[in-house]
C-alpha cells in the first residue's frame, strides 16, 4: 500500500526528472546534431591508421616519366618576402630605432619555394618586395623571382602569371605592412576567381583573421596555423577562446565556421579537418622547434595539394584531396626533422631539415 508521503516523494521525484530534462533540451544540442559530429571524427592514431592514410598520400604522387615535359608535376608560386619597417613589426614596437631601420623577411618564402622544388614541383616562383628579391634569389639560382609584391601594379603583374600556376602559397616573410596586405588580398581574390588552391600561413593567417571573408567557404584553400595563429583565427571567426581540451572538436568547429575550409593546427601534434573529418598526424619528430619549419611545410602542401587534386577523390579513397594532401605536407616535415635532429641534435635548423626531403620522401612515400 502507497502511504501518502510515498506518493508525494515520486510526485516529487517526476518533478525533477521534468525540470533535468527541459533544461537539456534548453540547453543541449541536438541528438542528431551530436551524432553526426562523433561520427565525422576520423582520428588517425595507430600506427595501422598512420600507414593507411600515408598509403592515400601515395596514390596521389605523380610517377616519374621521362614523356614529361617541364611544369607538368607542378608550377608553384610562393607570395611573400618583404623589407618592412620597424614601426610596422608590433613585436618590435618599443625599440628605439623603429623609426629609420628595417627588417628583411627573406628566408621563411625561400625555404617554401625550394621544400616545393624538392618535394617535387618543376618550377617555384617567389612574388616578392623588391627589397627582398636580390636576397632571396642569391640564395638560390633555381628559384624564378618576382620583386613586384610592393608595386602599385602588384595585383595585376601576379595575375598575369596566375594561369601558369597550379597552386599558391601565401604568407611566408609577408610582414604586416598595409600596402602589401592590400595587394596580397587582391591577389588571393584574383587566385579565387581563378580556382587556384592557396595554401595561407604566418602573416597570410593574420590577414585572414583580421578578414575572414577573404577565404570563408573557398574550399581550395588551407589554413596552417601554430597555436599562437589557430587562436587568433579562432577568435576572430568564432568570436570565443578556444577550448584547449578539445583540440579536435576546435580545428572542427573552426574549418565548419569557415565553410569548411582545410584547417592545419600545427603542434605536438598536427590536427587537421576539413569540416566533416579529422586526421591526427602524430609521426615522429623531434623537440627542436627550431624557426622556418612552418614554411617547410606550407611549401611542401603546395605541391602536394596540387597533384592531390590532379588525382582526384578516387585516389584518396573518397576522403578530402586536400586533407590526405595535409597529412602528407605533416608528415613529411615531421620525418624531415627526425632524420635531421639525428645527425645534428640541438644545432639542427630548417636548412638540415631540407637537405633531408628527398631521403624522407622515399622512406614514407616510396618504399
Not at 614529361?68 to 628605439?96: F, N, T, W
Not at 582526384?312 to 608528415?331: D, H, I, Q, R, Y
Amino acid at each position: 500500500m502507497v502511504t501518502r508521503a510515498g506518493a508525494g516523494a515520486a510526485v516529487a521525484a517526476t518533478a525533477v526528472v521534468a525540470l533535468l530534462s527541459a533544461a537539456l533540451a534548453l540547453y543541449r544540442p541536438p541528438l542528431d546534431a551530436v551524432l553526426e559530429r562523433a561520427f565525422s571524427l576520423r582520428k588517425v592514431h595507430s600506427i595501422k591508421d598512420m600507414e593507411n592514410t600515408l598509403q592515400l598520400v601515395r596514390n596521389i604522387i605523380p610517377p616519374l616519366s621521362s614523356t614529361k615535359h617541364k611544369g607538368q608535376d607542378g608550377r608553384i608560386g610562393v607570395v611573400g618576402g618583404c623589407q618592412e619597417s620597424l614601426r610596422s613589426a608590433p613585436y618590435l614596437e618599443h625599440s628605439h630605432c623603429r623609426e629609420t631601420a628595417g627588417i628583411t623577411y627573406t628566408g621563411a618564402p625561400y625555404f617554401a619555394a625550394i621544400s616545393a622544388l624538392k618535394v617535387g614541383a618543376d618550377l617555384s616562383h617567389v612574388f616578392c618586395a623588391s627589397a627582398a628579391a636580390p636576397v632571396i634569389k642569391a640564395y638560390s639560382p633555381e628559384l624564378i623571382v618576382h620583386p613586384v609584391l610592393d608595386s602599385p601594379s602588384a595585383v595585376d603583374e601576379v595575375e598575369k602569371w596566375l594561369p601558369r600556376l597550379h597552386a599558391l602559397v601565401v604568407g611566408p616573410g609577408l610582414g604586416r605592412d598595409d600596402v602589401l596586405l592590400r595587394n596580397v588580398q587582391g591577389i588571393l581574390e584574383a587566385s579565387k576567381a581563378r580556382d587556384i588552391p592557396v595554401v595561407i600561413d604566418a602573416d597570410g593567417l593574420w590577414l585572414v583573421a583580421q578578414q575572414p571573408a577573404l577565404i570563408q567557404g573557398y574550399q581550395k584553400a588551407v589554413l596552417t596555423p601554430n597555436h599562437m595563429e589557430f587562436s587568433r583565427l579562432y577568435d576572430a571567426v568564432l568570436r570565443g577562446p578556444v577550448d584547449s581540451d578539445d583540440r579536435h572538436g576546435s580545428v572542427l568547429r573552426l574549418s565548419q565556421a569557415l565553410g569548411n575550409v582545410t584547417v592545419v593546427q600545427k603542434g605536438e601534434r598536427d590536427i587537421l579537418s576539413n569540416g566533416q573529418q579529422v586526421l591526427v598526424c602524430s609521426q615522429e619528430g623531434s623537440s627542436r622547434r627550431c624557426g622556418g619549419q612552418g614554411d617547410l611545410l606550407s611549401g611542401s602542401l603546395g605541391v602536394l595539394v596540387h597533384w592531390a587534386l590532379l588525382a582526384g577523390p578516387e585516389k584518396t579513397n573518397g576522403s578530402s584531396p586536400l586533407l590526405v594532401a595535409a597529412f602528407g605536407a605533416c608528415s613529411l616535415t615531421r620525418q624531415c626533422n627526425h632524420q635531421a635532429f639525428q645527425k645534428h641534435g640541438r644545432s639542427t635548423t630548417t636548412s638540415d631539415m631540407i637537405a633531408e626531403v628527398g631521403a624522407a620522401f622515399r622512406k614514407l612515400f616510396e618504399t
